[in-house]
Nanobody
Framework: QVQLVESGGGLVQAGGSLILSCTAS????????MSWFRQAPGKEREFVAA????????SKADSVKGRFDISRDNAKNTLYLQMNSLKPEDTAIYYC??????????????WGQGTQVTVSS
């Protein structure tokens, strides 16, 4: 069992940056592939980025490539999402999730409660 808590969301102007954090409880954080998803009002939840248990492999949605970076610090049980050059269409609730492997990211077992990111134009 792992509990996930996101933080770092807020209101930012277009072109600005934010860093989201996801802190996990328990001592098994380092064994999970971790990811970020987001859900905008009236839209389905979508994949943003994922990172393997050791940080050696990452994957990102085309819509955020070149702007967002995912990283993790297993010693701190924390996952990060560095978001640069933010656009109004990035406005959404951002969720972190834990899965047994990169192949099962879409079926992540554990989810955080989400943090709101709002980008003004």
């Amino acid at each position: 069992q792992v509990q996930l808590v996101e933080s770092g969301g807020g209101l930012v102007q277009a072109g600005g940056s934010l860093i989201l954090s996801c802190t996990a409880s328990g001592r098994t954080f380092g064994s999970y592939a971790m990811s970020w998803f987001r859900q905008a009002p009236g839209k389905e939840r979508e994949f943003v980025a994922a990172i393997s248990w050791d940080g050696s492999t990452t994957s990102k949605a085309d819509s955020v490539k070149g702007r967002f970076d995912i990283s993790r610090d297993n010693a701190k049980n924390t996952l990060y999402l560095q978001m640069n050059s933010l656009k109004p269409e990035d406005t959404a609730i951002y969720y972190c999730a834990a899965a047994s492997s990169m192949r099962t990211i879409l079926f992540s077992r554990f989810w955080g409660q989400g943090t709101q990111v709002t980008v003004s134009s």
